[in-house]
């Protein structure tokens, strides 16, 4: 029995999948195995570092300290009831 994947032109149209996400998956799995491997990028990988910080309770309070970080290059990533969550890229040593 062969697998699905050995009887579809890479090149080719392929049948509609469930959802849009699903057909470009299934589109990007029959090309990559075409190809044999799939490329990485070394370079491409991107690091970042996370902090998370208790929220001081007074907005005003909240959003100076924020500001300081943002100063220092921390991004704001999430803000819950009682925390803040940042991330900065790490740089390349």
Same mark, same amino acid.
């Given at each position: 029995m062969q697998s699905q994947h050995a009887q579809r032109d890479p090149d080719g149209p392929l049948e /509609?999948? /469930?959802s849009p996400f699903r057909d470009a998956f299934s589109r990007a799995r029959v090309e990559s195995l075409a190809a044999g491997v799939l490329p990485v990028h070394v370079e491409a990988f991107r690091v970042f570092e996370y902090?998370?910080?208790r929220r001081r309770g007074k907005r005003k309070a909240d959003v100076s300290a924020w500001n300081r970080l943002g100063l220092e290059g921390w991004e704001l990533v999430e803000v819950t009831k009682k925390h803040a969550t940042f991330k900065r890229e790490r740089v390349a040593q």
């Open positions: /509609p999948g /469930p902090r998370i910080e």
